[in-house]
């Protein structure tokens, strides 16, 4: 029970620093904002301040900041603009700088050379990708985009060990959210990106044939041996 809870406060974390990318590109390049959740479902907490209402949900396994559609004297999500990449894209940055930043602190408190440590540290996680890149399957089999070995993710006897947990697994909700899926940011970046290139049209039909070739990718890899 306590490895559950030493896991699920970890991941809550690491949507909270996931979703707090987004708030702060969003206030940042003025846009109006409705809504900063973590969680999905009924609320169990809510408070308004400066017009921005700010809830817990029942649900924590993932979490959302809401735009105004439109907002005098502020940006328009909907509307065509690069700055949307930005917004939708900080999210998974801000997983990859928490990643980073726990890799490091590790390094640090057992006193390795930070350099060698982290040259090896990308040897070895490339080596770990290997898999996913060169096979498809392995990540419907898996679950995750980077294998977690067990001992780290349930293993919560120190400092240490919890490092490993924040790294990797803010690793993992940084690939998830990059891939082309509508519900993911990876989807909103590349429909934000053709939107820009393209009219309003073309780019629907674009975006829609995108989404609808990457499902038939990975039905051919869950259902073709």
Same mark, same amino acid.
């Given at each position: 029970? /306590?490895?559950?809870?030493?896991?699920? $406060? !970890? #991941?809550?974390? +690491?949507i909270?620093?996931?979703?707090?990318?987004?708030?702060?590109?969003a206030?940042?390049?003025n &846009?109006g904002?409705?809504?900063?959740?973590?969680?999905?479902?009924?609320?169990? %907490?809510?408070?308004?301040?400066?017009?921005?209402?700010? /809830?817990?949900?029942?649900?924590?396994?993932?979490? &959302?900041?809401?735009?105004?559609? +439109? $907002?005098?004297?502020?940006?328009?999500?909907t509307?065509?603009?690069? /700055?949307?990449? !930005?917004?939708?894209?900080?999210? *998974?940055?801000?997983?990859? *700088?928490?990643?980073?930043?726990?890799?490091?602190?590790?390094?640090?408190? =057992?006193?390795?050379?930070?350099?060698?440590?982290?040259?090896g540290?990308?040897?070895?996680?490339?080596?770990?990708?290997?898999p996913?890149? @060169?096979?498809?399957?392995y990540? #419907?089999?898996?679950?995750?985009?980077?294998?977690?070995?067990?001992?780290?993710?349930?293993?919560?006897?120190?400092?240490d060990? #919890?490092l !490993? +947990?924040?790294?990797?697994?803010?690793?993992?909700?940084? %690939?998830?959210?990059?891939?082309p899926i509508?519900? @993911?940011?990876?989807?909103r970046?590349? +429909?934000?990106?053709?939107?820009?290139?393209?009219?309003? =049209? /073309?780019a =629907?039909k674009?975006?829609?044939? *995108? &989404?609808?070739? %990457?499902? !038939?990718?990975?039905? #051919?890899?869950? %259902?073709? =041996?």
């Open positions: 029970m /306590t490895n559950f809870l030493s896991n699920l $406060c !970890i #991941i809550i974390i +690491s909270i620093v996931h979703e707090t990318g987004h708030f702060l590109a206030k940042l390049l &846009y904002i409705k809504e900063y959740s973590i969680g999905f479902g009924p609320k169990i %907490f809510q408070k308004e301040k400066k017009g921005i209402l700010y /809830t817990i949900r029942l649900i924590q396994l993932g979490g &959302y900041v809401s735009l105004q559609d +439109s $907002c005098e004297g502020k940006r328009d999500i509307k065509p603009d690069a /700055t949307n990449i !930005i917004i939708h894209s900080m999210g *998974i940055i801000f997983n990859f *700088i928490l990643a980073i930043l726990a890799l490091t602190l590790r390094y640090l408190l =057992k006193g390795i050379n930070l350099g060698g440590a982290l040259n540290s990308i040897f070895a996680f490339i080596q770990t990708l290997k996913v890149l @060169f096979n498809f399957e990540f #419907i089999n898996n679950g995750f985009i980077v294998n977690i070995p067990e001992n780290l993710l349930w293993a919560f006897n120190d400092i060990q #919890i !490993i +947990s924040v790294f990797w697994i803010n690793l993992n909700i940084g %690939f998830l959210n990059s891939l509508p519900i @993911f940011d990876g989807g970046v590349i +429909s934000d990106a053709i939107e820009l290139m393209l009219e309003e =049209k /073309t =629907k674009v975006i829609n044939a *995108i &989404y609808v070739l %990457f499902i !038939i990718v990975v039905g #051919i890899f869950m %259902f073709v =041996k």
